[in-house]
């Protein structure tokens, strides 16, 4: 990264400092500098050439600890330090001889150098974009600041695979902190003292290419990147605002900020975790933390049976007469935990831990029992999270940060347990002889099988609760139990009992929908919660162990605008879901009916969160999920009009007979894409389209295969003797119109009658062109959904559509009216207008272009 000119001996000569206040690019060997000599600059010794950074023996705090740092002198912002572990007083030197750069404190001892060098230093460079430099007498680079990052990046340094970021202790101690951004092969991920807390690729502002290998992270003047193949493609980007001088840090905090600075004040673009309560430490150890994403984090209490301590960087201490078990590092090798002192204090309901959605399970398919008494034999395990649908358990290991405050938090998430010891700190065993209370070597034994007696009638009565519990459920089928509890899958949802859920649904009393895959009823838990109950019909998965498995990698999958999937019934011939109960219904329901108009606003919150549902679906699961059916009634609604996708990977649950009728079971007339229509291949530019068309709906307010009467239009382009949008039944087709008016820059043509005057053209313009690009006949030039979230963000220009991908639409909106047309009774002979021997369309010719007719998608979909 140095510069490649070369640079005669002799040229240096040029920019010798003539005085301490006095600053060139260049300092050559041998040559010293210690804040005392430099003390009128501030320590500075050297300057970019432009001025923008500046070389100094910098103190960051009030304390005497300066460091050799690089500042970026506007904003007066440290980017590098050398020293950060090992700070020196204001005499303590930084010294550039031929081997390399040191420092060293008062009394001449090295704290810090470089690593040991090809050949001789001749001068250190400090160039334009603040990398500080060491150069060889050919002026080729020997070392580079850049290449050993603290906290920071900016424009133009990279930040390769394996290397990472570290933060400081405080903004007054560069000290290493507790936080680090690792960066590997596919991602960027944040973690607390070894432990995984976040991950670049989960913001939906992230746009990922999971094709590619990530080799290094750089930051440009529009975003922050991770790329590939020597930087010629791109595996996750952040979109941000242009800016001359941008910044990546890892704050104090623990929080990855990209900021830039301008008009002499900072501006942040973007910060990981956005929930301040997924910081680790953020109140301290086992401290509450409540707030979310979009509300200041606070540290108000702790949990049950513990209390506010000013210790230990705050947090919380267990109450009287708990306390702390010793750690492994703290008992030494030779050290034994007394197992019997050993309890666990439950943190209760609605309480989250950060680093539960990033490790696997040590144990599955294991009590409560057997979770903690892996914990008890393990000095390094400080606590538990154990699921008791699925026998989930979860260690909290080596470290305890704060608590999460979940109010989203299900009856069927695990609980956590921290453990401590009940009294008295634990019995050490020392290097020294001591010895052994005889009266122990009595008891222990008696004591020992007093508990295994106690354990065996513990889980006696424990099984025959449940068969009690079967018999009062009675019509179970006790094959089905069997076959329930002769496999485990993990990561299973809770697991319903039909009978729960005929009580719940009051004998499914309550349809309040109905799909492709079943009808949904509401119903209410024993503990009040409301949900919908999906009863499910079509289902291809014969086995039950299969169903699970598929049902498994759904209830795994969490996100704000994905309906969450709570539980499960796989009884006998009874395969239902469980799903969390959306107050306003189906988008449908709101955006077709006859109440209130859903303002545009609403429109374009209901957009991006539906886009970023699916955004979610193809790349941020483990598993690539394709919806295969996006259209409003899958589409539901919350308080504040919060959008999130139903029915999503059921299409897994499909045999694979059925998959290859999966459009007479799934696609729904109006959003099937045309490869459907052809046999090519499915992917999520399948959904792509399906979305692009819900995209019109939301402008028109109505839905695009609807009758509607016709727009007085004179288009001729379509050259098949009427309008391209019409024809003489006075019938339209709304993909097509939106086509034509985007053509003549019509906009506010198309917009729903009910918003009259309330929203611009600009704004509508934006909607229609990224449905336009997304409903493209080839499915390669639709963008994927990372970048739709982008554009409705704003952070992407809209795209232009290509007019050649979008003359089918011409085709479909002839045959759309005249399918219509036979439905309304007109004499046609429909053979003509149907290959029911193929996909493909038939041709005609008129004049000297030619007219296509389509198979009709309702006789692909099959009756709704």
Not at 394 to 406: A, K
Not at 641 to 647: E, N, P, R, T, V
Not at 842 to 860: D, K, L, M, P, W
Request: net charge negative; with cysteine.
């Amino acid at each position: 990264m140095g510069s490649s000119m070369f640079f005669p001996p002799v040229f240096f000569l040029l920019f010798v400092a003539v005085s301490g206040d006095s600053f060139t690019e260049f300092v050559y060997t041998p040559f010293s500098a210690s804040h005392f000599e430099f003390i009128d600059s501030g320590g500075t010794f050297l300057s970019s050439r432009n001025g923008t950074f500046r070389a100094a023996m910098y103190n960051p705090g009030a304390q005497s600890s300066f460091h050799l740092s690089v500042i970026h002198v506007a904003s007066n912002t440290v980017i590098w330090s050398a020293n950060r572990d090992a700070a020196i007083s204001s005499s303590g030197e930084m010294n550039l001889t031929v081997k390399g750069l040191g420092i060293s404190d008062d009394d001449g001892n090295s704290v810090w150098s470089t690593p040991p060098l090809k050949s001789s230093v001749y001068a250190l460079l400090l160039n334009e974009v603040g990398n500080l430099i060491l150069l060889d007498q050919y002026n080729g680079s020997l070392w580079e600041s850049f290449s050993f990052p603290t906290d920071t990046i900016v424009i133009g340094q990279r930040l390769p695979v394996g290397s990472f970021l570290a933060s400081s202790t405080s903004s007054s101690n560069f000290s290493t902190g507790d936080y680090k951004l690792v960066l590997s092969s596919s991602d960027a991920v944040l973690q607390w003292r070894g432990q995984t807390y976040w991950k670049l690729s989960m913001e939906t502002r992230a746009y990922k290419n999971s094709d590619y290998i990530a080799e290094y992270m750089a930051l440009n003047r529009t975003g922050l990147q991770l790329l590939g193949r020597n930087g010629s493609v791109t595996v996750i980007q952040v979109l941000l605002t242009t800016s001359d001088f941008q910044i990546a840090q890892l704050d104090p905090s623990g929080k990855f900020i990209v900021k830039s600075f301008s008009d002499s004040k900072w501006n942040q673009e973007f910060s990981g975790p956005a929930d301040g309560c997924r910081i680790p430490f953020f109140c301290g150890r086992i401290g509450l933390c409540s707030g979310s994403a979009f509300t200041n984090p606070t540290c108000s209490s702790c949990p049950s049976s513990f209390h506010v301590t000013s210790q230990d960087n705050g947090g919380c201490l267990p109450n009287s007469p708990y306390s702390w078990p010793l750690s492994c590092n703290s008992t030494g090798s030779d050290s034994q935990l007394n197992l019997s002192a050993v309890s666990y204090i439950k943190l209760g309901n609605g309480m989250n831990y950060f680093s539960i959605l990033f490790y696997e399970p040590v144990k599955y398919g294991v009590d409560l029992s057997t979770c903690q008494n892996l914990c008890s034999g393990n000095c390094s395990c400080l606590g538990i999270f154990h699921q008791n649908s699925s026998g989930s358990c979860y260690m909290l290991e080596d470290e305890l940060g704060s608590i999460i405050s979940d109010s989203n938090a299900g009856v069927s998430d695990p609980l956590g347990y921290i453990k401590v010891l009940v009294g008295s700190t634990p019995t050490v065993a020392s290097s020294g002889k001591r010895k052994f209370p005889v009266a122990a070597l009595v008891l222990l034994p008696f004591t020992g099988f007093a508990l295994l007696a106690a354990l065996g009638f513990l889980l006696w009565g424990r099984r025959r609760q449940s068969k009690d519990k079967e018999i009062k459920l009675g019509h179970m089928d006790s094959r089905s139990s069997e076959d329930m509890d002769s496999f485990y899958i993990p990561g299973l949802p809770k697991r319903f009992y039909f009978e729960e859920l005929d009580v719940a649904t009051d004998n499914f009393k309550t349809l309040i929908g109905s799909g492709g895959f079943g009808d949904v009823y509401k119903g209410i838990l024993p503990d009040k919660t409301v949900v919908a109950v999906k009863k499910i019909t079509n289902v291809g998965v014969q086995g039950k162990k299969d169903f699970c498995t598929e049902i498994a990698v759904i209830g795994n999958i969490h996100h704000a605008n994905l309906v969450r999937l709570k539980g499960f019934c796989a009884q006998g011939r009874h395969r239902l879901l469980v799903y969390e109960y959306m107050n306003r219904g189906s988008l449908d329901r709101t955006l077709f009916g006859s109440g209130p108009a859903i303002e545009w606003q609403e429109r374009l919150d209901i957009a991006l969160g539906t886009a970023r549902g699916l955004a979610y679906l193809h790349s941020g699961c483990d598993q690539k999920i394709i919806h295969c059916d996006v259209k409003p009634e899958n589409i539901l609604l919350q308080d504040h009009f919060q959008a999130k996708l139903s029915d999503f990977g059921l299409s897994k649950l499909l045999s694979p007979e059925q998959s290859s009728l999966f459009t007479t079971m799934r696609g729904t007339r109006g959003y099937l894409g045309p490869e459907w229509l052809t046999n090519s291949a499915i992917s999520e530019k399948t959904d792509v389209y399906s979305f692009g068309m819900v995209l019109l709906e939301l402008v028109s307010g109505r839905k695009n295969t609807s009758r509607l009467q016709s727009h007085n239009l004179n288009d001729s382009s379509s050259g098949c003797g009427q309008s391209s949008s019409s024809s003489g039944s006075g019938l339209v087709y709304f993909p097509l119109l939106a086509l034509d008016m985007h053509e003549q820059g019509r906009y506010l043509e198309l917009v729903d009658p009910r918003l009259e005057g309330r929203v611009t053209s600009e704004e509508v313009e934006k909607f229609v062109r990224v449905a336009l690009c997304c409903v493209q006949e080839e499915p390669s030039l639709r963008p994927n959904m990372n970048t739709i979230v982008g554009m409705l963000e704003g952070g992407i220009p809209p795209g232009q559509p290509n007019f050649d991908s979008l003359n089918f639409l011409r085709f479909i909106g002839r045959q759309f009216i005249e399918a219509s047309m036979i439905e309304e009774g007109t004499e046609r002979n429909a053979r003509g207008l149907y290959q029911e021997s193929n996909f493909f369309p038939t041709q005609t010719t008129v004049g000297s272009r030619a007219c296509f007719s389509y198979i009709s998608s309702q006789e692909v979909s099959g009756p709704r």
